[in-house]
């Protein structure tokens, strides 16, 4: 239900104001401290009205972070690759479902995520505890898990919309916290025990 109203929300946006936010969320996450120090930095590259990437994207990588984007794998799983510019772009339509920007060049396996000093995760709403609710198709579940396996504890940090940000979404017991969301008005933190 939360997640139909949220996709409604965003199909309303105009191109200017995805690139409105765009430009707002990158000088925002720019600021974050753990994306500053950050020498690996896992993202993904935003479609339709998802609030926009490409610039922190370049961002980034002007200031010298290696940024690791996903491809989508036929089981929902994802591998890795450089970007090194929307040249190294290539948009792969994946069956019935929309079509992705993913890295042209060489993959780099589903562990490469595990390097990353900071993850930047998509999602459609996250509430005051940190959870993050996403598109469902548990792509990033895997990934969380992923990292959890190999015992590294990135900075995850979800990008989104100031009115995404909720008092609560449905969790599971395997959900994982994010340290901080990043909208165009701002960064909120969260705190969790250890």
Not at 61 to 76: E, F, H, K, S, T
Not at 85 to 101: D, T
């Amino acid at each position: 239900m939360l997640r139909r109203e949220i996709l409604s929300v965003r199909n309303t946006l105009t191109a200017d104001d995805v690139r409105e936010s765009a430009a707002a969320l990158a000088g925002r996450a720019l600021e974050l401290p753990e994306l500053a120090r950050a020498r690996t930095v896992a993202a993904y590259v935003s479609v339709g009205s998802e609030p926009g990437t490409l610039a922190l994207l370049d961002a980034l990588r002007a200031r010298g972070a290696r940024v690791l984007l996903p491809a989508l794998l036929p089981d929902n799983d994802l591998d890795w690759g450089a970007y090194t510019g929307e040249g190294s772009l290539a948009r792969v339509q994946h069956g019935g479902k929309m079509a992705l920007f993913e890295p042209s060049g060489q993959l780099l396996g589903p562990d490469a995520v595990t390097a990353a000093d900071a993850v930047l995760l998509p999602g459609l709403a996250v509430d005051a505890r940190g959870m993050r609710l996403g598109r469902g198709g548990g792509s990033y579940d895997r990934v969380l898990a992923r990292l959890e396996r190999a015992g590294v504890h990135p900075a995850l940090v979800v990008l989104l919309y100031d009115s995404e940000v909720v008092e609560r979404v449905p969790a599971q017991a395997h959900d994982r916290p994010v340290q901080a969301v990043v909208t165009p008005s701002g960064v909120r933190r969260f705190r969790h025990g250890s």
